[in-house]
């Protein structure tokens, strides 16, 4: 089977550099089963279902001379383990030896040679749990058919449902002069499709104008309530430590919360549970600013990129599914120091969105199977990926999981932590997903420029206690899973990075 890929897949393909790998990933930590689980199960269990995600078997092949766009071809040399990899942790097996060990996984590059995916088999963590650490790249995604290998192997219950692997036959790889035929013909049916071609792979794809455009309606500026598209492109961010030249590693940090807090802060407050995270994202940040010693006003704002599924006449819905994911422009309002109003003003500049009618409530988008949080946290890093680095500081996505328990071959999955790539000029990331009860935080830094990455995830959990006390409750304790791993295993270390210290270099 051959496909001819889209412009924009094209697109992250051309972007990405060394210094800006365009993969999303994921870490999940697991509890196993009283039968174990193991590398030879883990492989198993993909073997038999990996042909639900077709293009997991396929590779990209350019066409000479670049007269059309690369295409998807079957992969004829196509093995499992060399994407289904095992490696462990040195004893004790702690959180922070997990994040470092992550971290370097995600720092490296894709090879363009295979299929475009890796994934990760880590045993020796503290307690016995297994984590499962995956990296996918954003081309291999898209808003009609993406599904991510984590749908693939999850089920609903502690026994796996049952599946038959499909006798696969990869299709005959087309030669060179097959490829520059097809292309050559493409070109006599249209004429136009070589400068198509040409712009399309030009390495900042020339989408920005057009994508800036779409903002329209969907830009918010939390100063002066709904701004313009057109100045929210042309007011270039402000000097910031979230700004920075990127170097090809990446330091990594991850939160744990409990969803129960947000939506007591929604029930006393009014909003959505968005935009209590949002909130907390603010506060977050405003804290770590503080430990760096930059100066914040009560007007200062911080510019994210907060990704949202959207519907409606304008939005191109197909099968009763949400449209595509749409960038949204969110001023964070950092320099206020009051917990409670930060979350008014978030919810005003929601609320403009909202009224549009074309946003997608959380309960549309967990019903969806094809748009489960891996897939949506990846079209919500593409949606980042047509805008200028000037138009935002950091981009934020926030995708609603199931709240039940899932399962990999009789394996708990316990947490998930999202992780985005980094934008490029973009010292930081933040992806959250809910699952289970918990909210789960993955913050992804350059590693030279966000030394302490790991105090934006202690400050998330302050912020959202602070909120929690604001509405007259008391936090609620990490999610049942990891609170009974810590107490079986007090060697553990807690889910934070260590604190760095204001005067610290970065």
């Not at 470092?100 to 995600?106: A, G």
Request: glycine residues 8%; positive net charge; contains cysteine.
């Amino acid at each position: 089977m051959t496909e001819r890929m889209s412009s924009v897949d094209v697109a992250f393909l051309h972007r990405e550099s060394r210094t800006a790998p365009q993969h999303v990933g994921g870490l999940a930590v697991f509890t196993a089963p009283p039968h174990g689980f193991d590398y030879d199960r883990l492989v198993r269990l993909l073997e038999e279902r990996i042909s639900l995600a077709p293009r997991y078997r396929q590779k990209v092949r350019p066409v000479p001379a670049h007269l059309a766009h690369p295409m998807w071809v079957d992969d004829p040399n196509f093995d499992i383990t060399y994407h289904v990899r095992r490696s462990a942790l040195p004893r004790p097996g702690t959180d922070e030896q997990l994040l470092e060990f992550c971290s370097r996984i995600q720092s490296r590059l894709l090879d363009r040679s295979r299929p475009l995916w890796e994934m990760y088999l880590v045993e020796g963590l503290a307690g016995g749990r297994i984590a499962i650490v995956t990296k996918t790249h954003e081309a291999m995604v898209d808003e009609d058919a993406g599904i991510d290998l984590a749908q693939v192997i999850l089920d609903a219950a502690p026994a796996p449902r049952r599946t038959v692997e499909a006798i696969w036959m990869p299709g005959p790889e087309p030669t060179s002069v097959d490829l520059l035929r097809d292309a050559l013909a493409g070109v006599v049916r249209r004429p136009t499709l070589l400068v198509d071609t040409a712009r399309a792979t030009a390495r900042d794809v020339g989408s920005t104008l057009a994508r800036a455009t779409s903002l329209a309606g969907g830009v918010t500026s939390l100063a002066g309530g709904l701004a313009s598209a057109g100045k929210a492109v042309l007011r270039r961010p402000q000097a910031s430590p979230l700004h920075a030249e990127l170097g090809e590693q990446r330091r990594l940090a991850i939160a744990r919360t409990r969803l129960a807090d947000y939506r007591s802060v929604r029930d006393a407050f009014g909003g959505t549970v968005n935009d209590v995270a949002l909130a907390v994202v603010s506060g977050a940040l405003r804290g770590w600013l503080l430990s760096r010693a930059q100066p914040l006003r009560p007007a200062t704002s911080v510019r994210a990129l907060v990704p949202v599924s959207v519907t409606g006449a304008n939005a191109d819905t197909r099968d009763g599914r949400p449209g595509p994911v749409r960038p949204l422009l969110v001023d964070l309002p950092v320099g206020e120091p009051d917990p409670v109003l930060r979350l008014a003003q978030l919810r005003y500049a929601m609320a403009s969105h909202k009224a549009s009618g074309r946003a997608v409530g959380a309960d549309a988008l967990v019903a969806l199977s094809g748009f489960a949080p891996p897939t949506l946290h990846a079209l919500g890093a593409r949606a980042a990926g047509g805008l200028t680095r000037r138009m935002f500081s950091l981009v934020v996505t926030n995708v609603p999981g199931p709240q039940v328990p899932l399962y990999a071959a009789g394996a708990r999955m316990d947490e998930m932590f999202p992780i985005l790539p980094l934008a490029p000029g973009h010292a930081v990331s933040i992806a959250l997903t809910s699952y289970d009860g918990g909210v789960y935080f993955g913050i992804n830094g350059d590693r030279d420029a966000m030394r302490d990455v790991g105090l934006i995830a202690e400050m998330i959990e302050e912020s959202l206690a602070e909120l929690v006390t604001a509405a007259g409750g008391q936090a609620a304790p990490p999610a049942a899973a990891t609170r009974s791993s810590r107490a079986r295993h007090p060697s553990a270390a807690p889910s934070r990075s260590h604190r760095i210290h204001p005067s610290d270099p970065v």
